[in-house]
Every structure is written in C-alpha cells, then in structure tokens.
C-alpha cells in the first residue's frame, strides 16, 4: 500500500531546490466532530493572482508529502498549484484513532474518509490565501483510495481527483487477500508496520534474511502470530476472524460503495502492480457503468506500484519500454490538473489510456475493455502443448503433488523482507519464470510459435476442470510470453519468460466467496481463476504459454489441503500433501479466455 513510496518521497523531499521559492504553513484543522487533522500547505512564492489546491491525504506522514511535492512539483508535474498534505485521523500528529481502510460512516457522529475530506476542503477554500477555489485531490496505494473516496458526497470546490492505484477491495483482489487466497508476508509485514506504532517507527522483523525459509519455520499461521504478537493488531485480527468475503470485507469494497461520482475522475493504475491492480480496474468499471456525464477516464502503464510517480519508468526489472512512460504520464497528469484546476487547456482526455508491452506502444481507447474485443480460448493440450482450437480427446490430464511443506516460491530466492532495502518486491511480476521450469509440482502448456501477432485487450480467465486427493486446494495460474530464443539486441533476453498476468484463488470460494465448502475428493470440479486485465500483444516468434501449480510461497499462505472451518486456526496435522489433476478433454476443456483485439 505503498510504503517503497514513502521513502522514495522523503528522498525527493531532501533534494535541494531553492527553499524561497514556496512558503509552508501549518494547521490543525477541525473536523465535524471535533478531531483536529495535521495539514501541510506549501504555496509558491511571488505569483500573481489564485491559484488552484491539490491535495494529498495520507498515513505515511503529510511533513514528507508535501515537502516531496513541492520541492520536485516542476518534475512531478505539480507546478503552480498550491500543495497540501493532511495525516489521516490517529496517524502522525493528526488527533483522533486509525482505523485501516475505515468504512463508510464508522467513525464518530458518523464521520469517515470523506466526511473529513469535505471539512479539509471547505476549511482550505475559506482559510487558504490566494486561492481560486478549485481543489484537486490525488494519491497512490491508501492514499489512492482516500482520493477515490473524496468523491463521495463531494464538496462542490473538489473539481477533478486522480485516484491512483486504489486499494479497490483487500479481500478480492488487492493487498490482504487474492480470491479467498491469504497473502501471508505482505499482510503480516505491512500491519506490523502500520499498526505496532502510529509513526512508522517500528518495522517488521523477521528472522531471517531469506523470508522463505522464516515463513515455512512455522507449521501453522497460529504460530507464525503467536511469533510476533500479531493478535495485538485490529488488521491481523480481521485476517484471523473474518477469512471469508463477510460482512467486514464488503463494507471496505471500494467498487460496492464508489458506484457513481460527478466529479472527474482519473484511475491510474500499473499492469504489474504488484500490491493494487485489482483497485484501479474494478473502480474504474464500477463508476463506468453509471458514467453518462463522461467524466470517469482510465490510465494503465506497465508499473509496479507508483512506479509513474517519480521514476522515468523506461523499464521494469528485465523488461525494456522503449520510452520513458513515467514522463508520458506526469505530462498527461500536468495537463488534467491543469484543466480542472487553472482552466488552461481544452479538457479533451481518451477514455481509456494504456500501454501495450508487446509492442511498446501507448493505445487510447472509447471504451474499456474495448467494444471491438473478441473473445478467445486458449486450450491446454496433450505432450504440453496450448492452442486455439479444444480438445478433441475423451480422456487426458496433468498431476502433480503438491505438498505444503515445500511450496513453490513467487519470486527467486531468496525472498527479501518485502520493503527492506535490497529487496527485489517491486520487480518480482516481471522475473523470468523459468526459475520453476523442472518443478514436478509446475504444469506448463505452451503454444508452437506464433505465425502472427496475438493482441490481448481486456479480460482474461482461466476456466480449470480439475480434481484433487484432498478437500481444498489453492490454484495459480499465470498467463506468459515466451521469448524467442534468440534476441538479437538482447542476447541474454533468450528464451525469458514474461508473466503478462496471473493470480490464485482458493478452492473452497468456487461456488460461493462468503460461504467457502470442501471440494469433492477425486471428482473433477470446475474453478474460476480472475486474471484480470491486460494491454499486451504477444509478437510473431513468441509463445504464449500457461502455468499451473498451487503454492506461491510465502506472498500467499499454504492451503492445508484439508478442508478446515479456517485456515488461520488449522493445526499442523492439517496441512498434507495431495495430488491435484487438470483435465485437457473435450468434456473438461480446461482453458485461459482472452479478448482479443487487431493488433
């Protein structure tokens, strides 16, 4: 949820700049019930008449928000507007008790996120010198999500927001859990950091560098939280009371309660984002279906999360853009605050803004995914293969063993603490997948190579008709570009294997996310793997292939693979290893759909 940004923004906030040039003040603003909010303003120096207000909500700390923004505003695209920074209720200096993600109206005389965004910005407009009136709010990760509630009940000074890489919904898709899948080190680390101390001071601590082989020290999650007093954190405490998609989870489902906004809005989010590409897409779509003022807009790059922030984004790991895409953005994000806030420019946006990776190109569409996709399938086959055309066969799988006591690793080891200094977080959606090639417990299908370019724009699921030994099983499916295997221009790039999407989700939700249910030992099942979206356009030469295994260790928790009431109070004995079989028939077509548009 973005601390990496924190210090990328306290490292831009000790750049030099000349400090004359901005004035900064600050207030303790009343909220409707009394707490008091610490707020940053800093105002340029020496202009001439008023001037726009954008402003950036958040946890991590307003002194180094908005000393960041104002110090780099030429770099980040910010110039000429008045900044504002604001520590959320029980953050920093600000008064009142934190809650993660606080829900709609739960707050004290029914205050939220929003209701304190409306009294911020009718106390700026009045108390501000210099002014016009016109406020702008942005952020990423929870600051994402705290712009995208501003929209709610909106003050009618608050012109234009730009929610950017919004923690849509934690349980579904973005940070704590991935269909029904718990995302272990992130969710344990990230409410250690958030929730032993008000200030960031305290920072997860496991015991070992390689956070694999800590993780997988401990038979159970009990014990992991046992460990490192976990219970003591309300977030941890919702992971272990509510695993299923209740009551909790969907009153903090940004998509079920942002459905409508008339102020103009901006999603911004990164194709391999690896804390929040579920938010962007989801919002985005849940204000779409109500859009007839033509106000919602969409931005996806090829990021990790924030990457467009700051950083040039010409590349991502190994994986090579041909352009700085950071800029293209920040020059796109100038010219939207500049239209809503200044009046300058002609306010004509694309509906939709994304960049295709598989050629390098930016694409502008009406409508997103795009009115002219088709859909398609891509079917696992007999000796590995993967086509465009179904099985013809009445009987074929795959198996494997998956055994929860040597679960495969996401990413190569080894499994740096998620924000420490060297870790490889931010890159590891885009490593090259052949660290598990030769895994007994990976299945891999892939295509012959392509004769003509495959464009993929819009959604693409995975459709698994498979069985198991045991009651409940976990499925990872990830969608790759197979390089040629030789790149004439990159040598070393040969053969690479690039995740262009992929998630898990876990067994037990297939028919139902709030009422999970054994699966049928020895009896093929259907399961429903959301891989979301993508812009990306496999090239004549490649390949396109599909990997199948069930542990992607320790980002998401082991299955038990023994059916239990939840997982977070299974005992050891509970965790066993089980064969797990994908079926590749003309009954039980296993699959990936991808919509497909003309290159």
Do not use: C
Not at 314 to 340: E, S
Request: aromatic share 12%.
């Amino acid at each position: 949820m973005l601390p990496s940004l924190v210090l990328l923004t306290v490292a831009l906030a000790q750049q030099p700049m000349q400090d004359s040039a901005y004035t900064r003040t600050e207030a303790m603003i009343p909220m409707r019930d009394g707490v008091k909010l610490h707020t940053v303003i800093v105002a340029p120096r020496g202009t001439t008449g008023s001037l726009g207000i954008l402003m950036d909500r958040t946890p991590y700390g307003a002194d180094g928000a908005a000393a960041g923004a104002a110090r780099n505003a030429g770099y980040l695209g910010l110039s000429g507007l008045i900044i504002v920074a604001q520590d959320i209720r029980g953050r920093f200096t600000s008064e009142g008790t934190f809650a993660m993600n606080r829900p709609p109206h739960s707050g004290p005389q029914g205050t939220d996120e929003s209701t304190d965004t409306y009294d911020t910005i009718d106390w700026l407009v009045k108390n501000v010198p210099g002014n016009n009136g016109r406020v702008g709010v942005f952020g990423i990760s929870y600051p994402g999500w705290l712009t995208a509630v501003a929209g709610i009940g909106a003050h009618p000074a608050l012109k234009a927001i730009s929610p950017q890489a919004p923690m849509g919904d934690a349980w579904m898709g973005d940070d704590f859990f991935h269909q029904g899948a718990f995302r272990q080190s992130y969710g344990l680390e990230y409410s250690w950091m958030m929730e032993a101390s008000p200030d960031l001071s305290v920072t997860p601590s496991p015991a070992r560098f390689d956070t694999y082989e800590w993780y997988r020290s401990f038979p159970t999650l009990g014990a992991l939280a046992a460990a490192v007093g976990a219970e003591q954190w309300p977030t941890w405490r919702h992971f272990a009371e509510h695993p299923a998609y209740d009551s909790v989870w969907r009153a903090r489902s940004l998509p079920r309660y942002f459905t409508h906004t008339t102020v103009p809005t901006l999603t911004v989010g990164g194709w391999w984002d690896q804390e929040d590409e579920y938010g962007p897409l989801a919002s985005y779509a849940a204000l779409e279906r109500t859009d007839t003022a033509g106000v919602n807009f969409l931005v996806m790059g090829p990021w990790y999360h924030g990457q467009w922030f700051a950083d040039s984004a010409t590349a991502l790991g190994n994986i090579r853009f041909g352009r700085p895409t950071g800029v293209d953005f920040r020059a796109l994000q100038t010219r939207w605050f500049a239209y809503w806030l200044k009046g300058e420019g002609d306010g004509k946006f694309p509906e939709a803004t994304v960049f295709d990776a598989g050629t390098n190109e930016w694409r502008s569409f009406d409508r997103w995914p795009p009115a002219a996709a088709q859909t398609k399938h891509l079917f696992f086959r007999e000796n590995g293969g993967l086509s465009f055309d179904p099985p013809t066969a009445a009987t074929g799988a795959d198996q494997y063993v998956s055994d929860p006591a040597h679960p495969v690793p996401y990413r190569p080891r080894p499994v740096e603490r998620t924000y420490s200094p060297p870790s490889r977080w931010r890159r590891w959606e885009t490593e090259d997948q052949r660290f598990v090639d030769g895994r007994p417990d990976v299945l891999t299908w892939q295509t012959a190579p392509l004769t003509a370019d495959v464009t993929v724009a819009g959604n693409v699921v995975a459709h698994l008709f498979a069985a198991t030994t045991g009651s409940d099983a976990d499925w990872v499916v990830k969608l790759i570009d197979v390089y040629p295997d030789t790149i004439p221009d990159r040598p070393g790039m040969g053969g690479y294997e690039l995740m262009v999407t992929g998630d898990v989700m876990r067994g037990r939700y297939r028919n139902s996310w709030e009422h999970p249910q054994p699966i049928p030992a020895n009896q093929v099942t259907p399961f429903t793997v959301d891989l979301h979206q993508q812009a990306y356009t496999f090239r004549k030469g490649h390949r396109i292939m599909v990997q199948v295994q069930s542990t992607w260790f320790p980002l998401y928790d082991r299955n038990p693979q023994t059916f239990v009431p939840n997982i977070f109070r299974a005992t050891a004995a509970d965790y066993r290893a089980a064969t797990h079989r994908v079926y590749r028939t003309a009954r039980h077509p296993s699959n990936v759909t991808i919509d497909v548009v003309s290159p």
